[in-house]
């Protein structure tokens, strides 16, 4: 791949998804082993007039051999300059940037329960300072190819040729090419999502209604107030980013507590470095009442019971079977990717900025509207290729939104 292509991702990162403002503040996340690509988008945070960048450095084996051979209760503290660290977050509100290169099977042979434990107890202490920053600040995800992601979508190739071939299929889904302005594409990507939305909120939907002949037959209730969003938003402070790169999804936020039926997975899900596959859950009076997996079904388990709200629906997504990223034909194993090739569904927090006149109300009164509330975001993709989705309107009109896989309105 050229440096001069991979130089223009990072650049596109920082402008596009970002949107660093001179003068702020950037935090970047990123694995040791993307060093080279941190130092690319680092050069471009300053370039963009970034007044200081720290970076957030993990490693998968290290992270693996922390949860082997701490105990629970280690794991679980939360230690004084961490929470110090959240606290200057909230205040400072740097942008954030997080690189992601993770390997799928990542923690694979580690006790799931023993991290949904130790993950619950630091979430408790540090999910008032994320509530804090929420629609604050400026943040995106998103990828480069690590050499065991990419060996597990790519099986048959060379370490080498695996993570070429990852660069390629990244690059072409967030369109950039070697000849190409990939930031005036996305000008025209962030209009044509514009106009998406403003079509699909004219309908004022109460209820999607998801069927498909591998056993989805699910419903869920919207709120009065529930927009569709999609492609770059505004934080509070009027900034413009993109939060993921890529994304092809138009999503919205539904009614707590609200939705009924079973919704079967179409790909496997990556959750916390250990993979779900072939996995189905069953809602009644809006949450999770059973839940079946073929592989790793523990983790589904304990992920449904990390708090109140996790086993209740925070979004549901809208992406076409023909689409960009679905056209690849590829599984990424990564939900980034997956779930733009997928229309999908969310367990756990809501998104606030789905909701119309979030700006002027507090956590507690978005709360009681209907915004779910949970400790996590967790998507999971649903799309079939002969999905189909009926919305009902508010006024009792009924429309088919998804035909076959695809947008039919």
Known sequence: MKKSTIKKYARLIVRVGANVQKGQSVTVSCSTNQADFCALVVDE????????????????????????????RTLSKVLEWQEAKMKWNAEELPCRIAIISDDPDGMKGVDPVKVQKAQVARAKVMKPYRDAMNAKYQWTIAAVPGEAWAKKVFPGLRKSQAVEKLWQAILESVYVTDDNDPIAVWEKVNADFKERCRHLNEYRFETLHYTSSNGTDFTVWLMPRSNWCGGGEYDLNGHYFNPNMPTIEVFTTPMKGKAEGKLVSTKPLSYRGQLIENFS????????????????????????????????????????????????????????????????????????DCIEGYETMTKEELHELGVNDSMIHVDFMVGAKDLKIVGKTFDGKEVTIFRDGNFAI
């Open 45 to 72: 945070c300053y370039k963009a007039g970034a007044k200081y960048v720290t970076v957030d450095w993990y490693n998968d084996r290290i992270t693996k051999l922390d949860y082997r051979n701490q105990s629970v």
């Open 281 to 352: 859950l069953t809602f009644k009076g809006g949450k999770v009442v059973n839940c079946e997996a073929e592989k790793n079904q523990k983790v589904l388990e304990e992920m449904i019971k990390t708090d109140e709200g996790a086993c209740m629906i925070g979004e549901v997504a809208l992406v076409p079977q023909d689409s960009p990223i679905s056209n690849q034909g590829i599984l990424y194993y990564e939900t980034l990717f997956d779930e733009n090739a997928s229309c999908h569904v969310a367990l756990g927090e809501g998104y606030v």
